[in-house]
């Protein structure tokens, strides 16, 4: 965890964010349109030198909190504020301080190569050429991009843009720095490299703050010191991973692997169950069963081989933050993904 | 102070640069802008030729046909492209950023007239050559001054379209193909601007081109305009200030109402 400050770096109080239906528009469940409710009335107080991490499924209203705070969009109600600046009225001043990046966004210009539109994206935030030359260098390296600084952006596959995208968050070496889904769709080893440099930027300057959304619990977890999880624009929890995953360690959690193709079981009714879930998987299906009390194991195993379904693997398990989710919103994140 | 107008020419210059770059790294440019142009030019000038018409007529349709490249690109690379640069994800990171919008579409149409610029100069070029057109500039001053304030009110009209065209979305397209053929016969593109009905050419003042043309043709062929260069001078300084205030005007009431309906973040609309 790096060493946080007391000032707030990013605080809301009632935060809202609607959006007016066309006339004729119908709500998912066919009944007249109303406002689609995006963010309701979000609460946050993020400290400054704090990672802090946004969790939700798609359309939970993250990436409307993030341009809202980004002085992109206004809200509907509530208010906000970014270094102590208000993002409705003092948009000019919050500007110079923050910078944002989107996961699968493809900004730039193909004419240009790498780093022309990194020095094109710094000059829009003032950063003087010599020291905007200095930060593109650092960051092509940061993400194994060095080699294609010469190459024009149309010549990038989709993987390479997005890191350089992701520089360009980090040229103007802002003092919030909003990132959402950054690692989406990058290899395993670029999504490491940025982790840790994300984690090392922190380090080294104790006075910025990180807001980051991501759909990966682990992400999540390896790097956030604390969580807000968001559904249908409400925020459900907010805390540190570790507290987070303390909230539901009063329902042991087993996991049990069934072999495939088997008669699928129902267990989620079964007295003692608190919550089940089940993912199919390649070679098993797991399923994930959280109890109210740890004897009710033996139930849930009944019911299992009186389906005929056949066990291969039972084990007690330590909760994730996916487990935290599903038990504050009632399913799994790539559930909805899905 | 000295910060803001620092970070305004640094914006300006960096969105000119695409521009610029642009045209040495795609050199087929010359094909289609400006060996295409040179034809229809040349379609022009034969038929006055053909009909014994004075001499000067064919310069007219030569400057004309390098204003054309001007107009099109205020059209095509100014009005439309604040749209285009939503759709590429660029327009959020301009407007999140402390460079002004203003410093954006300056640097634009900065961008624009110096690609434009050499664009239109090989079209005159080839054109003084191919026909041989006898001009004699009155005042080499009073022409580079009338011809840099038809571009400051080109480009500021440009500026203005770029505005109202992110609010149109999607119809941009059809308005931009709406305003390019009248144009150039309500400015007198390809024929001296007199031929016109008084009322209509008047209307047409309002357009950069007419005025800023007449004013050309007067001063580098000797011919009589529609209005004393003097005149269209006024005229034009007159619409540069007009369209860029309105278009400053236009880009924070649109930022506005972008930022209040959600519309600076749908990309296709």
Known sequence: MGSMGTASAIRTENLSRSYRRPKKAKAADGSPAGDLIALDGVSLDIREGELFGLLGPNGAGKTTLIKILTTLLAPTGGRGWVDGLDVVTQAKLVRPRINMVSGGESCGYGVLNVRENLWLFAQIYGVSNAVARERIDRMLDVVGLADKASTKVSHLSTGQRQKMNFCRGFITDPKVLFLDEPTLGLDVNAARAIRKFVREWLAERPDRTLLLTTHYMSEADELCDRLAIIDHGKMLACDTPGALKKQVQEHPLFEIGIAPGEVPVKIAHLPGVHQATEHAGPTSMTLKVSLSEESAIGQVVQAIVEAKARILSLKKVEPTLEDVFIELVGHGIEDVAK | ?269
């Open chain 2, 1 to 269: 102070m000295k910060n803001a107008i620092s970070l305004f020419l640094r914006t300006m210059i960096a969105r000119a640069y695409p521009r610029i770059i642009g045209m040495r790294r795609q050199p087929s440019w010359v094909i289609h802008e400006a060996i295409l142009p040179i034809l229809s030019v040349a379609a022009f000038a034969y038929v006055y030729r053909a009909m014994k018409a004075p001499e000067e007529y064919v310069g007219f349709v030569i400057l004309g046909g390098a204003m054309t490249a001007f107009w099109l690109n205020v059209l095509w690379s100014m009005g439309a492209q604040l749209y285009w640069e939503r759709s590429s994800g660029n327009l959020e990171i301009y407007i999140m950023a402390p460079g002004s919008m203003m410093a954006v579409l300056a640097g634009m149409a900065l961008g624009g007239m110096v690609l434009t610029f050499v664009r239109a100069s090989v079209i005159m070029g080839v054109g003084i050559l191919m026909f041989q057109v006898p001009f004699a500039p009155t005042s080499w001053s009073l022409l580079i001054g009338v011809f840099l304030l038809t571009l400051l009110a080109l480009y500021g009209l440009g500026m203005m379209f770029a505005s109202v065209f992110l609010l149109w979305g999607r119809e941009a397209w059809h308005i931009v193909n709406l305003l390019q053929e009248p144009v150039f016969l309500m400015t007198g593109m390809n024929f001296p601007l007199k031929i016109l009905p008084t009322a209509v050419a008047s209307a047409a003042a309002i357009i950069p081109l007419t005025a800023g043309m007449d004013a050309l043709r007067q001063l580098l062929f000797g011919v009589e305009g529609f209005w004393p260069v003097w005149i269209e001078a006024l005229l034009l300084a007159g619409l540069s200030v007009l369209f860029i205030a309105l278009a400053a005007r236009l880009l924070a009431y649109l930022e506005r109402l972008a930022s209040k309906e959600g519309r600076l973040t749908v990309k296709w609309q």
